[in-house]
């Protein structure tokens, strides 16, 4: 019995193909997340909250793959 079926990617080796409808809500709460959500949630906090996450998104590579996954 199917249960999901993706379309066949063409191109780079390794790519991702994802369906957010086919994610647990958890899952989709995580790809949902933006450098923005994350600065707008730390200016709710406080300013001390804001400094950390400002450095932590000026500073490490944030970007995660699953910031790509739903350009196609």
């Known amino acids: ?3 999901a079926s993706h379309k066949r990617l063409y191109g780079k080796f390794g790519q991702l193909s994802t369906v957010r409808d086919h994610m647990p809500d958890n899952h989709k709460l995580y790809v949902d997340q933006t450098p923005g959500a994350a600065i707008e ?3 709710s906090i406080g300013a001390s909250i804001l400094d950390v996450i ?3 998104l000026d500073t490490y590579q ?3 793959k699953h910031y790509n996954l739903f350009s196609h």
Request: proline share 0%.
């Open 62 to 64: 944030t970007e995660n």
């Open 41 to 43: 949630w730390a200016e």
């Open 1 to 3: 019995m199917r249960i």
């Open 54 to 56: 400002s450095y932590i």
